[in-house]
């Protein structure tokens, strides 16, 4: 554990401030030229969800104020994107790319930040001299679904520190750490150095954390690598790459977890640390 992070907390409502505020910065808010009637069609069918629920466990006043009181919460603490990319973003993904032919993706989550550093490859993700936890060489090759090597591809990447915790989204944190573009080589390779996540668990003091306590839920995600991978003329990769033995593999709090991500580095040979090769096949647009 770095000491640096020692003497704080990144609070719920402060991160979900931050990740509310990155997304209205993101352009995703552009209203959609959506007809009316599939608007009347999604909105009737979720309300449709929430009467046959209250009707089928006779949910009662105490429990729908309770409710109303919550879901004003989760707006204070700035929490809904945190809840929605948690419990919601996943199937959302499952549906929009259920027709690749590449590599499987899952959700983006509510800590991304776009513009970070780019370096050409091999490249090591910007870090704190004394950045804790084990040294990971992260590796491989992009391509096409026929096999072309992907030139210049982008391997944009983000992660939380040793302690959990995501630069731009807590306090103490250098900019960019642990953030980066790496490009590929004319063969499609990249390398990049930098240090192997963490498990961690979402901010369990505001909102979200109230309904993990209320359910009996735990707030863990296994450690991951954050990463969208692209090229001129393909689709947009977002993914997350997990490790095997990770105890929250099979419970991840987000169900973003899926076979095809799970890595499993290796000690190097050449180095300390470990070090793990993982290939990317992007579909054309």
Not at 103 to 120: A, L, M, R
Not at 234 to 262: C, M, N, R, W
């Amino acid at each position: 554990m770095t000491t640096e992070l020692k003497d704080f907390d990144a609070t719920a409502a402060d991160s979900g401030n931050r990740a509310t505020e990155r997304f209205r910065d993101s352009g995703k808010t552009v209203a959609l030229q959506v007809p009316k009637e599939r608007v009347s069609l999604l909105a009737n069918e979720v309300l449709a969800a929430v009467y046959d629920t209250i009707r089928k466990h006779k949910v009662s006043y105490d429990e729908f104020n309770a409710l109303k009181a919550w879901l004003i919460s989760v707006g204070e603490n700035g929490e809904w994107p945190l809840f929605l990319d948690v419990w919601v973003e996943h199937v959302v993904e499952e549906v929009s790319t259920e027709h690749r032919e590449g590599n499987k993706g899952t959700i983006e989550g509510p800590y991304y930040v776009p513009g970070s550093p780019q370096f050409d490859s091999p490249a090591t993700l910007p870090m704190r001299k004394d950045e804790g936890g084990t040294p990971l060489l992260f590796q491989g090759q992009v391509r096409a679904v026929d096999g072309t090597p992907l030139a210049g591809a982008h391997v944009e990447i983000w992660h939380a520190d040793d302690d959990g915790f995501y630069s731009q989204f807590a306090p103490g944190l250098p900019e960019w750490n642990l953030r980066g573009t790496v490009l590929a080589d004319a063969n499609g390779i990249f390398a990049l150095n930098t240090i192997q996540p963490a498990p961690y668990q979402i901010p369990t003091d505001g909102a979200c954390g109230k309904l993990i306590a209320a359910a009996g839920w735990h707030a863990w995600r296994p450690a991951h690598l954050h990463l969208k991978v692209s090229a001129p003329g393909y689709q947009l990769l977002t993914a997350q790459l997990y490790f095997e033995g990770d105890q929250h593999l099979s419970d991840d709090i987000a169900s973003a977890v899926k076979p095809e991500l799970v890595l499993n580095p290796t000690a190097r040979l050449e180095g300390v640390g470990n070090e793990v090769t993982y290939d990317f096949v992007l579909d054309a647009e």
